[in-house]
């Protein structure tokens, strides 16, 4: 019912920028937040950074300052800008949304299928 688009990640140079996008689409009643999550190979899948459809944010401690995420309600759609990229932040990126299908009364969480995002000179 719900599918999640996820673009705009790649190979950046140290010190770089890239800005990822997600897209929800299906039978979506409301959204209540969505955010991006990270996961590097024998890591736990960590949050990078979300947001609320009331345009509250918060971030992991090591992006702040760095990464901004931003959200277009009408479009349904998720941005996360990286800057000033760290090796770091190589990893696996994936979109999540906690929000309704119109069918169910309740908020449930969806995922992306992670897009790689590699920071490397």
């Known amino acids: 019912q719900v599918q999640l688009v996820e673009s705009g990640g790649g190979l950046v140079q140290p010190g770089g920028s890239l800005r990822l996008s997600c897209t929800a689409s299906?039978?979506?009643?409301?959204?209540?937040?969505m955010g991006w999550y990270r996961q590097a190979p024998g890591t736990q899948r960590e949050l990078v950074a979300m947001?609320?459809?009331?345009?509250?944010?918060n971030y992991a401690d090591s992006v702040k300052g760095r990464f901004t995420i931003s959200r277009d309600n009408a479009k349904n759609t998720v941005y996360l800008q990286m800057n000033s990229l760290k090796p770091e932040d190589t990893a696996v990126y994936y979109c999540?949304?906690?929000?309704?299908?119109?069918?169910?009364?309740?908020?449930?969480?969806?995922w992306g299928q992670g897009t790689q995002v590699t920071v490397s000179s």
């Open positions: 999540n949304a906690n929000l309704r299908v119109i069918s169910t009364p309740f908020f449930n969480n969806y």
């Open positions: 299906g039978s979506i009643f409301s959204i209540n937040a």
């Open positions: 947001i609320t459809w009331g345009g509250i944010s």
